[in-house]
């Protein structure tokens, strides 16, 4: 009944991709390698919502 409530596994990453990237952002103005870190981890985060894409 309350299914709907759920996040999907896509939606947990899109949250988590936003999160990292507007960190990633404000390290950039003061930690360029910390930022570089963060971004990185972002795009992991890509790799993983476009790998749950093509499975279905």
Do not use: C, P
Not at 2 to 9: L, V
Not at 15 to 30: D, G, I, P, V
């Amino acid at each position: 009944m309350f299914g709907f409530f759920k996040k999907s596994e896509k939606q947990k990453l899109q949250k988590e991709y936003s999160k990292l990237m507007e960190e990633a952002f404000r390290l950039s103005k003061t930690d360029r390698k910390a930022s570089d870190a963060k971004t990185a981890e972002a795009e992991e985060i890509v790799k993983r919502i476009e790998a749950l894409h093509s499975k279905k």
